[in-house]
């Protein structure tokens, strides 16, 4: 399960509070991505980042920044625009655009707002 | 865009039986067609893909099956067992090299011993 790793595992917010969820990764992987998983919604993407410093946003970026200042890391920060934090976040990565090639799943972090 | 429709949402079999998991997709132009599965708890991992240029693919007990005149794509398991009990995720894509996948909203399979 190594080459792509999410921290926390679990992460407790007060609301009004931003937080950050760690994604690194060290498959020498292009490109990456930020999904979020709620009971029964699938998989929705956030935002993803094919080359570093750009990225690109999903169907369900309101509330949410990221960063890609190195090829290893992709961040997503979860600001206090974000009405309803409370789920499941997947980090993903790919060698390239996702379509001729396999995406690599990290363990996730589930964040709960208190 | 692409949008994929997942059918069922729930499936429950025998042990031994076979499992269909069914997805359509919109953009005719999408080429590839990868299946993801998901254990409790776990992170989704790839378990079989198709690309447009073949009908159907088999590897073990899992088969897929691709009709692009009608835009629909079959995830197929024979002989199920209670470990492949888990969350299956389709989904779709043109190869653009802009776009990423977009997934399916999941089934979730229970396999009765």
């Known amino acids: 399960d190594g080459g792509i790793t999410q921290s926390p595992k679990y992460l407790f917010r007060k609301e009004g509070q931003n937080v950050t969820l760690s994604c690194e990764q060290n498959?020498?992987?292009?490109?990456m991505y930020w999904y979020r998983q709620d009971p029964g919604q699938g998989l929705r993407l956030i935002y993803y980042s094919q080359i570093v410093n750009d990225f690109q946003k999903g169907d369900i970026a309101e509330g949410y920044s990221v960063s890609r200042e190195k090829k290893e890391s992709f961040p997503l920060t979860v600001t206090s625009a974000q009405k309803n934090p409370t789920a499941f976040y997947l980090c993903a990565s790919s060698p390239g655009p996702s379509g001729y090639n396999e995406q690599f799943f990290g363990p996730g972090t589930r964040l709960t707002v208190l | 865009g692409e949008n994929v429709e997942q059918h069922p949402s729930t499936l429950s079999v025998q042990e031994g039986d076979s499992a269909v998991i069914k997805c359509t997709y919109s953009d005719s132009a999408s080429n590839y067609f990868p299946w993801y599965k998901q254990e409790l708890g776990k992170r989704p991992q790839l378990i079989i893909d198709?690309?447009?240029?073949?009908g159907e693919k088999k590897d073990q007990r899992i088969a897929v099956t691709l009709n692009k005149t009608a835009k629909h794509f079959s995830l197929h398991i024979t002989e199920t067992q209670p470990e492949d009990s888990a969350v299956y995720f389709c989904?779709?894509?043109?190869?653009?090299?802009?776009?990423?996948?977009?997934f399916g909203k999941g089934t979730r399979l229970s396999v009765i011993a």
């Open positions: 498959l020498n992987h292009d490109a």
């Open positions: 198709i690309r447009s240029n073949v």
């Open positions: 989904a779709a894509i043109y190869y653009s090299g802009n776009t990423p996948l977009v």
